[in-house]
């Protein structure tokens, strides 16, 4: 990489990153990542948490932060299920470093799907990416991929993809709470009960305090798992807190 084009590179990617605050949705953030690395052949990128194997298109779906990866390769990959023979979701699952897409060939688990999953994804202008394995404060896989017809993957470049990686995932999170918060409705008898249940109290301790039945409490604990989309009660007092709806 000529020396000049990592300096614009650098120059780009310290303007992204005193930008990032100000940005307030996710297509601007989503257009002041590929601004910032553009330099490096990015084209498209797509970013988002890993989903449970097995999950439906729609979970799936739900796990994105931020993507313009081709319309058509994302219907097809995400309704086919090909995320779960996708050999960059098993090396991001194993969290290495910043790595190429044409590093993957040499895992030695690389077979029949992996090379059937790649070469679609260059069907549709993918040929060449790089992939950046993140883990969010909560322990979460996330991958951040930045793909094109040919993307620049020395270290130097690598370096810089890390780096806006981190900080557009960090804002894109932020967002996606803020978008989650504003709609999030809970009623002050539900964050009077979540704020019970997070110091660990039982239905039946807190329809004493409440001067209610037990059932009636596990009415408000069905209602905001459902606001929340919580498996269970521990979960329910996760995003409460992560959303700030609780303190």
Request: glycine share 6%; aromatic share 8%; charged share 25%.
């Amino acid at each position: 990489m000529a020396t000049n084009e990592l300096s614009v590179g650098l120059e780009r990617t310290l303007s992204f990153l005193s930008d990032v605050r100000n940005i307030n949705n996710h297509a601007d953030l989503t257009t002041a990542v590929k601004r910032a690395t553009a330099t490096f052949g990015v084209e498209k990128i797509l970013a988002g948490f890993i989903p449970r194997p097995g999950s439906l298109p729609s979970e799936q779906l739900r796990h994105v932060l931020l993507s313009d990866w081709p319309e058509d390769w994302a219907t097809i990959y995400f309704q086919k299920g090909l995320l779960f023979q996708d050999p960059t979701i098993r090396r991001i699952l194993r969290t290495r470093p910043t790595f190429a897409w044409t590093e993957l060939s040499n895992e030695p688990d690389f077979g029949k799907n992996e090379r059937f999953v790649m070469a679609s994804a260059a069907d549709f202008s993918l040929q060449s990416g790089c992939t950046v394995p993140l883990l969010s404060l909560d322990g979460r896989h996330v991958g951040f991929s930045f793909a094109g017809s040919h993307i620049d993957d020395s270290p130097e470049a690598k370096g810089v993809m890390t780096l806006v990686a981190s900080f557009a995932f960090g804002r894109a999170v932020e967002l996606k709470n803020n978008d989650l918060r504003a709609k999030v409705r809970l009623t002050a008898r539900e964050r009077d009960t979540l704020s019970w249940i997070a110091v660990g109290k039982t239905d039946w301790e807190i329809g004493v305090i409440f001067g209610v039945s037990d059932k009636a409490v596990a009415k408000h604990v069905h209602n905001i798992r459902m606001k929340l989309g919580a498996v269970n009660r521990a979960h329910a007092v996760a995003e409460a807190f992560r959303l700030n709806l609780i303190s």
